[in-house]
């Protein structure tokens, strides 16, 4: 059977853009279908803008950390309009490299919502296309909860294209992108409340990053209340108005829903082809990305086996590989370092202690807890804290964490040992980088004693 393409790929993000141009690097023939814009979540909408907003939220402590080090600062102020449009403008830049890539690779692009058809069939608008092969990266799409007046409130999507910026924001989640939009907003002036309806804030996370990060934000001045829900919503004439679970209520700018993401399935006719998917919409893969439909595939967050940007990208290279490349790969999905953008940062590869203990029972803790040598002279209270997880029987670690500046940087090379299963021996082997906080990861000595 004769087919327009070798492969067509549903969703231009990390995923499927990797995907498509190895495919085509390796002589397939290709087109990728884009409803938005080339670069996905990550690029448009997600992690790129995200860690742009980040940063301008550092500067306000940023000037009061330069007093303690001999600099006068004048006065300062903020303007959201401008760190908006100069955002856009990245975005924009980045967006074309991506379209810009993709078409030297030999990529077809298609703009528009492609639906599936059948098992090698693809609709865009009033066109279908044939494919020996689908591969299916649409990524996944905000959660918003059953509340009344959900209507009235925004995600991070809308948060990074607000016209005017809100003084007093509440944001509901206790997920990564809840306390990054939570020190974003506070660092540019916003009077914020997070909501989380548990007990503590990143579930799934170490309990000791989870506590500390917990403690450091309500130092800086964040209202973080837990085991707090909204049950409505309503609109006032300067902002929306919230009743809690305990009956109060709270008057703010804006409400910003972080309630996770569900894979982005909905209408996109998976069903029609016969493809399994799971309760919450996530597309069924094996370890090599197939469906129960032999030609079709996917990667990334659609699936919800590890929604991070570097995965789906692994993810993608693995796909092409293993169909284009005559190189069966199956990507792995152990070990991932991963970061929190919050303030302080979190950098965690591996398993939490109560994983750890899951898992190989005996096992040993090491931990540091200092005050960063920025801030002895800066003035800040904020500490930072590193620890290492280490299997007893084999002395091999099994997970490393992080809270404080830099966590994100430093997490990367730790990633590298945790991976290659190296022992905390060959931790303690390792000459420290002096003066610096990376180095407590080295001269940890002594076992916590539980």
């Given at each position: 059977m004769?087919?327009d ?5 549903i969703?231009?993000?990390s995923?499927?853009v990797?995907a498509s141009?190895?495919?085509?690097g390796?002589g397939?023939?290709?087109a990728?279908a884009e409803?938005?814009?080339?670069g996905?979540t990550c690029?448009?909408?997600?992690c790129v803008p995200k860690k ?5 939220s550092?500067?306000?402590e940023?000037?009061e950390t330069?007093?303690g ?11 959201w309009?401008?760190l908006i449009?100069r955002?856009?403008a990245?975005i924009?830049?980045?967006n074309g490299?991506y ?5 030297g690779?030999?990529?077809e692009i298609?703009d528009?919502r492609?639906?599936?058809?059948g098992?090698n069939e693809?609709?865009v608008?009033?066109?279908t296309y ?14 918003m ?7 009235h409130a925004?995600?991070?999507?809308e ?6 910026f809100?003084?007093r924001i509440v ?5 990564y992108?809840?306390?990054?939009f939570?020190?974003i907003f ?7 409340t ?10 799934g996370?170490?309990?000791d990053?989870r506590?500390r990060?917990a403690?450091e934000?309500r130092k ?11 049950t409505?919503i309503?609109?006032?004439d300067?902002?929306?108005?919230l009743?809690?679970t305990?009956g ?7 409400v910003?829903?972080a309630?996770?993401r569900v894979p982005n399935t909905?209408?996109?006719?998976l069903?029609?082809?016969?493809v ?5 919409g996530a597309?069924?893969v ?5 469906t129960?439909?032999?030609?079709i595939?996917?990667v ?10 570097p ?5 993608g290279?693995?796909f092409?590989l293993?169909l284009?490349g005559?190189?069966p790969?199956s990507?792995?999905h152990?070990a991932?370092?991963?970061?929190v953008?919050?303030?302080p940062p979190?950098g965690?590869v591996?398993m939490s202690?109560a994983?750890a203990r899951?898992?190989?029972g005996?096992?040993?803790?090491y931990?540091?807890?200092f005050?960063?040598?920025k801030h002895?002279?800066g003035g800040?209270s ?18 490393a964490?992080?809270i404080?500046?830099?966590a ?8 590298i ?11 303690d082997?390792t ?5 610096s ?11 916590r004693?539980d």
């Open positions: 004769t087919f393409y070798d492969l067509f790929v969703g231009a993000g995923g499927g990797r141009r190895i495919a085509s390796l397939a023939r290709v990728v409803e938005f814009r080339v996905g690029v448009i909408r997600g742009l907003l980040v940063y301008a550092h500067f306000s940023d000037f330069a007093k080090f001999g600099w006068t600062v004048g006065d300062t102020s903020f303007d309009n401008t449009a955002k856009d990245e924009d830049r980045l490299l379209i810009q890539t993709l078409k690779a030999g990529v298609i528009g492609a639906v599936v058809t098992p693809v609709r608008g009033d066109k044939t494919a020996k092969t689908i591969l299916v990266a649409v990524g996944g799409w905000p959660q909860p059953d509340v009344p007046g959900i209507e925004i995600t991070s999507n948060a990074l294209h607000l016209e005017k809100p003084k944001i509901v989640g206790g997920g992108i809840a306390v990054e939570a020190g506070h660092g540019m002036g916003a009077e914020v997070q909501l989380y309806r548990s007990e503590q804030i990143l579930r996370f170490d309990d990053l506590s990060l403690d934000m800086k001045g964040v209202d973080l209340r837990t085991n707090t829900n909204v409505n309503e609109k006032t300067d902002g929306v108005r009743t809690l305990d109060s209520t709270l008057d703010a700018d804006a910003m829903y309630t996770g909905k209408g996109l006719g069903d029609t082809a016969g399994e998917l799971d309760a919450s597309v069924k094996d370890a090599y990305g197939k129960n439909v032999d030609s595939y996917a990334g967050d659609v699936t919800d086996r590890v929604q991070l940007t995965v789906a990208i692994k993810e290279h693995a092409a293993t284009y005559n190189t790969t990507p792995e152990d991932i370092p991963s970061a953008f919050s303030q979190i965690t591996g202690e994983e899951e898992t190989f005996e096992i040993d803790i931990e540091s807890d005050r960063p040598m002895t002279l800040a904020e500490r930072a804290y590193t620890k290492l997880i280490v299997d007893k029987e084999s002395d091999k670690v099994v997970g964490h992080m404080g500046m830099d994100a940087e430093i997490i990367q090379g730790v990633g040992a945790v991976k290659a299963g190296l022992t905390k021996a060959q931790f082997a000459v420290a980088v002096h003066p906080s990376a180095e407590e990861f080295v001269l940890m000595r002594t076992p004693a």
